[in-house]
Every structure is written in structure tokens, then in C-alpha cells.
């Protein structure tokens, strides 16, 4: 019995698509989410003086921003990613922009120093005043001059770069049903199986259309550390929609004692059929006997 026949596969890519209220969204949440939370920013940099907790409140601002765009972005149904990273690259500088406003205006100890983020000049001069004389210091030296330019251009890059890349991210990655105009984001996995013999081989012969290639997969014993899992999004909307990801998992226990897991992925974003789905869970069924099907 050979229940997957040689078809035509199919990949899901996003359509592109950017609806005019998404964007206005994203614009709105951008102006109003980006100044309010880099004031805070500014402000915790400024009075928490212990550097380490500073890269962790810079790593948060970004993880903050990216949070409020790809929120937005998907209740916006926004799918064009090029789009979506502009506007995240945009508001990302503009963080960036409203931190240094922020943390100036504490250094003056004077909050009407905020009208400033109307005069970039001004705000760039600033900074390089403050580039002369050093702004903290640690271990005894007050980093001045070009290593601390250094330093701000790290702390932007993580600013800019982290939060489009995470707003960019957390919506690519997720299939989106365009016949329900709804995300297809209900995960789950169809199961865990033995290591591929051959991943390459595996999804050249899927690509191709060949899905008895999927026949090769028998459930994983319960103490295997490397597994193949075939990862499901599904639209709830119409159960019709569903996108398989077949990656490769090995779990190593390092030298903390806990569990390092690595996953590579094998195929990504194949389009499933519900009976096509209906045979790959059957495959995650144990074997009922050992006669031959
Ligand atoms: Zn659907």
C-alpha cells in the first residue's frame, strides 16, 4: 500500500500582500509604542549603573519594539516582509534616536530638554560633547573618544538590527491562508521519527513530487537523541491549509547536565493536503504487528 502518490509539490510563500490598515497600524503603533517605551529606556540606562544589566535592558528595548510592530503587523494581516522590515528598520532608528533623547535629558536633569528631539543637530552635537569627556566608567577608566562611539554603535546595532530582525522574524516564519484571510498559526507537531537516512535525498525526492519518500519515516524510540519531527501550522478557520516543516533534532546533555537541543531543518513551508496529512499521521503510529502490511 502506497498511500502518498507522485504529485506536484507545492511550497507556501507569503503573497506579498500589505493591507492599507495594517500599515496605518504599524504606523500608528510605531509613534505611538516607540517614544513611550524609549523614554523608559533612556531613563533605566541612565540610573542603572551596572554595565551588564545594560546590554540585558538593550536586548529588552529590542524585544520590546519588535513585539509592538509584529503585534500590530499581524493583526494588520500585514504578509509583505520587505515592507515590514522597512517600517521595523525605520522605527527601529527611530528608538535608537529617542533613547539618546531620553538619556541626555537625565544627564541635563532637566525634562524640557525633550523638546531637543525636534533638533537632530543639536542632539548630534550633544553626543559629541559627551563623546570628549566619557559618559560612565568602568573598572576605574571612562572609555572616551572612539571606543566609546564603538560602544553606541554596538548598542544601535543591537537596538536597530534586533528589533527589525525580530519583528521580521516572528511573522515570516508563519503561514498566512489567504482563501480565510487568516494566519495559519495553530502549531503542533505531527510527530517524531527516526533519523533520516539521507536529508538531502529526502527533500530532493519531495521537492520533486515524489511524497512516498515520507514512507521512509518509523516512529522515534522514546530514547533516541536525534530525530526527525514533522512540524504543522494549520488554519483553524477552514482545516484545510496546512504547512509541513520536517526538520532534523539532535538533543546532546552537555557538561551542565542539561539538554542542548539543535534543530536543522530538512524541508520548510511544503503545502499538505488534509488526506496527505491524514497519511503522515498514520506514520507516527506505532506499528500495529509485525506482519507485513
Ligand atoms: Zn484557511
Known sequence: ????????????????????LGLILIGLAGFIAVPILGLIYGVLIRVIPFIYINVFIVIGYAYAVGFVLSSVAKYGKVRNMVLLGLAAFFFGVLADYVGWVSWLAVVAGDPTFLIEFFFPMDILYFITVIAEEGAWTISGTTPTGGFLYFIWFIEACMVIGGST??????????????????????????????????????KQAVTQGNFSAF??????????????????????????FYVLNVNDVTV???NKGKADTKTRSVLSNLIVTPHQLASLRRLAEPPPAPAAA
Open 252 to 254: 546532546t546533555i552537555n
Open 165 to 202: 530582525y525580530l519583528t521580521v522574524t516572528s511573522l515570516s516564519e508563519t503561514p498566512f491562508c489567504e482563501d480565510s484571510d487568516a494566519w495559519a498559526d495553530k502549531k503542533s507537531q505531527v510527530g517524531a521519527f527516526a533519523p533520516l537516512k539521507n536529508p538531502a535525498q529526502f
Open 215 to 240: 514512507n521512509e519515516l518509523k516512529p522515534a524510540r522514546p530514547e533516541d537523541m536525534h530525530f526527525t519531527t514533522l512540524q504543522l501550522y494549520e488554519c483553524v478557520q477552514c482545516r484545510n
Open 1 to 20: 500500500m502506497n498511500e502518498f502518490g507522485t504529485t506536484t509539490a507545492k511550497f507556501y510563500r507569503h503573497s506579498g500582500r500589505a493591507p492599507i
